[in-house]
């Protein structure tokens, strides 16, 4: 199973699931123990799993999936390198990983950070299918910080697939939002 460095609050939690077109929102921890409310509208099903936060479109190469990774020094949402995300998404543990580290992989910030604190990035990488075959893929990268965990919504799909469906993507990847979860007097689950 990929390492997607999610943990959920509730250490009974799964990933809610609002229906296709909904926006999703799950309280996850940064490696810390921050909590963070983490949202997005997901445009396919959401896969029921306790590791993960992932919605994707069964018949289509398309997805959107949660990262968190611990923030590299004092970087901010739009100051993250290459590497970062070669370390973490594009790892052999990551969700593109299962078959060998992806190769090719090019990343470039489109957006440096919105009022939101949401950075974007574009990435372009060949990844390995199950059947041992080459894949170009193309996703869009929305970062942000909270605690001193960097919180990521990858949302892509394969590359002749993304220069259709840009725009829809695009849409996925600018929703997403994190913010600190609001203090409670609740018991936490660190």
């Known amino acids: 199973k990929p390492e997607t460095g999610v943990v959920f609050r509730d250490p ?4 809610a699931d ?5 926006t999703v929102t799950n309280e996850l921890l940064s490696p810390d123990g ?19 936060v992932e919605s994707r479109d069964l018949a289509n190469p398309e997805a959107a999936f949660v990262q968190v990774a611990k923030v590299p020094g004092a970087k901010g949402a739009g100051e993250l390198p290459k590497s970062f995300f070669e370390d973490t998404i594009f790892g052999q543990k990551g969700k593109f990983g299962a078959y060998g ?20 990035y574009v990435a ?14 193309q ?17 892509g799909t394969t590359a002749p697939r993304f220069r259709k469906l840009e725009k829809d993507l695009r849409k996925v990847a600018e929703s997403f939002s994190v913010v600190p979860a609001p203090k409670t007097a609740l018991r936490s689950s660190s």
Not at 18 to 22: A, C, F, T, Y
Not at 101 to 120: F, N
């Open 101 to 120: 580290a992806p190769s090719d992989i090019k990343v470039k910030k489109t957006d440096p950070g919105s009022a939101s604190g949401v950075a974007m």
């Open 18 to 22: 609002p229906g296709p077109g909904g």
């Open 34 to 52: 921050t909590p963070a409310l983490v949202a997005f509208d997901a445009p396919w099903p959401m896969l029921r799993s306790s590791v993960s």
């Open 124 to 137: 372009s990488f060949t990844t390995l299918t199950p059947a041992m075959r080459e894949s170009e893929r």
């Open 12 to 15: 009974d939690g799964t990933c």
């Open 139 to 155: 996703a869009f990268i929305s970062a942000s910080v909270v605690g001193d965990g960097v919180f990521m919504l990858v949302t």
